[in-house]
């Protein structure tokens, strides 16, 4: 009996050994994108990260982007595209590094960009789940690495973000602030249920003009970004179930609100809806909201387009910023 219980054991052992081999490099579990807070952004990804999930290499840098090492400052000859978003501009787990709307963007502006530039970089600041209020914290903390443009991109839903927060940072498993002791361990907490915490569904119960507050928020990056010397543009995906069943009529309120909006402020906006409406997009999604590799490709052509065009309207005059602190009027 007492060799038996060695043996299953020694079975058990083995089995569980085997498990956590697998889904380490099968789907890098146990060594996920940890997250830190940050009283602009609520949260942002932990600089210096290199790692693989589900196959897919991630890189995180100094700034907290996806994508490779830069400096605040570029070069004379160098056309340079802040991209800020959330989960669809970060491409998560799901997308390569190789394979980031960003670089795409990057690649097919190449050959569009004006003759005075020698090269083009294109800037990956993002995080999931951020919204405007998170996107003006992120430039409020580290500026806009004097690009010419920044680029926007929202979906439908960022329209409806809540405020910045880190509530459930380290509590939320797809938010962890450190890594787990094992892949299974990751494994099993992703499957269990999760609740948010009291003070994080305060937020999500919270009433008021939310729509209003964010396109507030996009009013005071705008400011920032002419303040220091570039163009706000903004371009927003729509949500899958818009273009099955068309967006619901709180979300047609909000897309018209947005519309008045940028005119009103005289932003470029490039609206997603129609272009997808017109196309086969079933091949463009990897899920209900976020973008395969396919249709980074195919949103990455539009927006090189866009932002090339953006490039050849009047220059922005720089201005100086209010003395007040933009972001303490949107918590």
Do not use: C
Request: hydrophobic share 40%; net charge neutral.
């Amino acid at each position: 009996m007492v060799k038996i219980a060695i043996w299953v054991l020694a079975i058990g052992v083995l089995s569980l050994a085997v498990a956590e081999i697998f889904l380490r490099v099968r789907y890098g579990l146990g060594n996920p994108p940890l997250y830190v807070a940050d009283a602009r952004t609520g949260y942002r990804l932990a600089p210096h990260q290199t790692l693989r999930r589900r196959g897919n290499r991630i890189a995180i840098n100094a700034y907290s982007m996806r994508g490779p090492a830069t400096s605040p400052h570029r070069t004379a000859d160098t056309l340079r595209v802040l991209m800020v978003g959330d989960s669809i501009v970060n491409g998560g787990g799901w997308t390569d590094q190789s394979e980031l709307l960003s670089l795409q963007v990057q690649a097919a502006l190449e050959p569009l960009k004006p003759a005075e530039f020698q090269q083009v970089e294109v800037l990956n600041a993002s995080a999931n789940s951020w919204g405007p209020r998170n996107e003006l914290g992120y430039v409020l903390r580290f500026g806009t690495f004097e690009a010419q443009v920044v680029l926007l991109v929202i979906n439908t839903d960022d329209l409806f973000a809540i405020a910045p927060n880190s509530y459930d940072l380290g509590r939320n498993p797809h938010y962890p602030t450190r890594r787990p002791p094992l892949a299974l361990w990751e494994a099993v907490a992703r499957r269990r249920k999760y609740t948010p915490s009291a003070e994080l569904q305060a937020l999500h119960d919270q009433g008021g003009d939310r729509v209003g507050v964010n396109l507030e928020a996009i009013r005071q990056l705008n400011q920032v970004v002419k303040a220091a010397g570039g163009q706000l543009a903004i371009a927003m995906t729509p949500l899958r179930r818009e273009l099955e069943d068309g967006p619901r009529d709180y979300e047609q309120i909000a897309r018209q609100r947005l519309t008045a909006f940028a005119q009103a402020e005289g932003l470029p906006y490039l609206n997603f809806l129609p272009r997808f409406q017109q196309t086969r997009y079933e091949p463009l999604y990897y899920d209900h909201i976020h973008l395969s590799p396919e249709g980074n490709r195919w949103v990455g052509q539009a927006l090189s387009a866009f932002v090339a065009e953006v490039l050849h309207q009047q220059p922005p005059v720089p201005f100086q910023l209010p003395s007040h602190d933009p972001l303490s009027d949107l918590w």
